[in-house]
């Protein structure tokens, strides 16, 4: 089994998924780049900015040295996705080895090209093997080690395998699946639709809105994921139809809190300022819905949630506009 890890990223997810692998009994290292926090992990077990009240395993410590990762045969990317593409040309420039696995845990697109993360990997480390792990896993909760599902996803079946052991525990269960593409694109775009449950939320308009929202949502992430050659049985899943649920209705969600202060009449502006963690749905909502003009994809509420956050306009005008639409039946894409 692997006994060493590395996290590229030490907010709460990245943290949290140390938590686990320390639990499992590997030495891991926290990447970041806040001295403050490296320290407290260090010398407290502890990361109260990003996990209030919870302990880290002795066996996790922090470094802000990326050069101290390049032994470790799993390097988790759990960075905000605008950063993704800096992080990783640092970890090829130290000299990683091309048999470290890349496990890429950041749920967004790299900004500057639109490719989901395992894309932006091959990119800039073409050799090296690279695999997806995502689902409904609030980072609050895993790191309490409360029970929790996910999905990695992998080409090669022996990786896949690896992964899955280091990520066995009485708490944590993981299933593996061939389809990269098509969890990656369950984890980007249930982003934009938690901020569009948080405007419902907002606005007041109850559990029969919230539902039609979601449901719908889940239709416009199959539409696109089997544009790219997704496996509609992968949305179903976990990575999909699961962390939907999950990022529309939990108290945890980031994205959810966005979109309830923007249909509470808060500025985009303000919600984000409100936060001290990146809400991933913001600048997936962008690379969204560039890529499904450009796959010729038709999604509505992406399209709704893009003109609230980019172009101004109310979210009672945006719901309007959905509500208001020329009828159709229920299976048209």
Request: proline share 5%; with cysteine; hydrophobic share 40%.
């Amino acid at each position: 089994m692997i006994k060493k890890a590395a996290v590229l990223g030490a907010g709460s997810w990245g943290t949290a998924l140390s938590i686990a692998l320390g639990e499992r009994g590997l030495d891991v290292t926290l990447f970041g780049n806040e001295a403050e926090i490296a320290e407290e992990i260090n010398t407290r077990h502890r990361n109260e900015k990003y996990l209030p009240g919870v302990s880290l395993p002795e066996n996790v410590s922090a470094t802000l040295d990326i050069a101290q990762l390049i032994d470790c045969p799993l390097i988790l990317l759990v960075v905000p996705s605008k950063v993704a593409r800096l992080v990783l040309g640092q970890l090829r420039d130290a000299g990683l080895p091309e048999d470290a696995i890349l496990l890429t845990c950041t749920k967004g697109l790299d900004p500057e090209t639109g490719e989901l993360m395992h894309e932006l990997i091959r990119e800039i480390m073409p050799n090296n093997p690279v695999a997806v792990l995502s689902g409904p896993t609030h980072a609050e909760e895993v790191a309490r080690r409360v029970a929790t599902a996910a999905v990695i996803g992998c080409a090669d079946e022996a990786t896949a395998t690896r992964i899955q052991e280091v990520f066995t525990l009485p708490w944590f269960r993981t299933y593996t699946s061939d389809d990269i593409i098509g969890i990656e694109i369950g984890s980007v775009v249930k982003n934009v639709f938690a901020i569009a449950a948080g405007i419902v939320d907002g606005l007041g308009l109850g559990d029969n809105a919230k539902a039609g929202m979601v449901t719908r949502g889940l239709g416009e992430m199959t539409r696109i994921g089997e544009a790219l050659g997704a496996k509609p049985e992968t949305l179903r899943g976990l990575s999909g139809v699961g962390d939907l649920i999950v990022t529309c209705y939990s108290v945890h969600s980031r994205n959810n809190r966005v979109g309830r202060l923007l249909g509470e009449g808060k500025t985009l502006e303000e919600a984000i300022a409100s936060m001290n963690q990146v809400a991933e749905g913001v600048p997936n909502a962008k690379s969204v819905y560039e890529l499904a003009r450009k796959m010729n994809v038709r999604t509505p509420i992406i399209d709704q949630i893009y003109a609230v956050l980019y172009q101004n306009k109310p979210t009672g005008a945006a719901l309007h506009e959905l509500l208001n639409r020329d009828p159709r039946s229920e299976t048209d894409d």
